[in-house]
């Protein structure tokens, strides 16, 4: 890899649900391409269901139970990891790339102490031993401020409180000094004073170590305070991406529109804006462009054609008919 090269490179990515006695195949990341590079951020945006989580797990090919990938390609740290063995791939998760889950105790074990389990990477992947694995340790959850370290890494996951459960499994995955953390809504179950704080440690430990950082939320609110760039998904396909302020100042995809026009504003009273209607079901997804049945600009040609992703420009696509239009008439 050479230091132009991304750090990620992914393209045409396709993973599909097979579906249980003759269901049907779930299309569920539908051809998803975008770069990271590294130390950058990246915000993966959309509501529930348009595959953000699993787009996340196919890059570790770490699918669940009918999951499989069936086309593209994920080119990470000068490597091809459909090329790797599962046995390469263990290799790689938790040294090279690591993944921080919506619910903490979903990786922390109840039986280990937090020492056991921040140590564990640091233990396979670095061969930290002994002395140096110790210090290792309490400098990451130093790094992630749990106070009292030395003391605290004796203790269990159920002593700790869900904001400390969360920075403990940012401490693990910190543990293996990766390059790339993707980290699944990892505010969602936290009240919103600890949310904050959460994401300013993450921003701070991402300028700290240099990591680059795959951030998955529904709230394109907090992706304009952490991110440097922006994907936005809608029913498995990326549908706009781009840098964040371009994004944020002038959204081509009605899409972004409507998920910036649902954030919450700080001392606004006047109603929230709701998206009508609900994201489609991936088994049974609506002729044209998926978004149509709840766009407000949809026209004839978006009921039986998908637009293709246009390219903007500057790392900037978006999958709109109306975009065509601009550039055509532009
Ligand atoms: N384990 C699974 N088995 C079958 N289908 C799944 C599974 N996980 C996800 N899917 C399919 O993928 C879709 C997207 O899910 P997910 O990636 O969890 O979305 P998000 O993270 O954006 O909420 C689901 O609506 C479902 O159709
Ligand atoms: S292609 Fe049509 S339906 Fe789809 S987002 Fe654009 S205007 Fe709306
Ligand atoms: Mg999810």
């Avoid at 990470?76 to 040294?95: A, C, D, S, V, Y």
């Avoid at 130093?142 to 030395?150: F, L, N, Q």
Wanted: aromatic share 6%.
């Amino acid at each position: 890899m050479t230091t132009a090269d991304p750090l990620l490179q992914v393209t045409d990515l396709q993973a599909y649900f097979h579906g249980f006695k003759g269901r049907r195949v779930v299309q569920a990341v539908d051809g998803v391409s975008f770069t990271l590079n590294a130390g950058e951020t990246m915000g993966l945006v959309g509501e529930s269901g348009c595959s953000k989580t699993t787009t996340c797990h196919a890059l570790f090919r770490l699918l669940p139970g009918a999951g499989q990938i069936v086309g593209g390609s994920i080119r990470f740290n000068g490597e091809e990891l459909m090329e790797k063995t599962p046995r390469e791939m263990q290799q790689i998760r938790g040294r090279d790339m690591a993944m921080i889950l919506q619910d903490p105790m979903a990786s922390l074990d109840p039986l280990f102490t937090i020492f056991d389990q921040v140590a564990e990477p640091a233990y396979y992947h670095r061969r930290l031993r002994r002395k140096t694995l110790r210090r290792r340790v309490v400098d990451l959850l130093t790094s992630v401020r749990i106070p009292s370290p030395e003391i605290r890494m004796g203790e269990y996951p159920h002593q700790m409180s869900g904001g400390m459960r969360q920075r403990i499994v940012g401490a693990m995955a910190l543990a293996g000094e990766p390059k790339l953390i993707v980290a699944d809504e990892p505010t969602t179950n936290l009240d919103v004073t600890i949310q904050l704080q959460y994401l300013n440690l993450l921003r701070d430990i991402q300028k700290e170590t240099g990591v680059a950082l795959i951030f998955v939320t529904h709230n394109l609110g907090i992706v304009a305070k952490m991110c440097d760039k922006v994907a936005v998904m809608y029913a498995g396909k990326i549908v706009e991406q781009g840098d964040v302020r371009d994004i944020y100042n002038a959204p081509q995809h009605p899409y972004t529109e409507a998920l910036l026009k649902s954030i919450p504003k700080i001392g606004d009273k006047s109603e929230l804006y709701v998206i009508p209607g609900q994201p489609p079901n991936l088994a049974e997804l609506p002729t044209g462009c998926y978004f149509h049945p709840r766009c407000p600009s949809a026209f004839d040609q978006c009921r039986s054609e998908m637009p293709p992703d246009f390219v903007l420009g500057h790392g900037r696509t978006a999958r709109c008919w109306l975009v065509s239009n601009e550039v055509r008439s532009g």
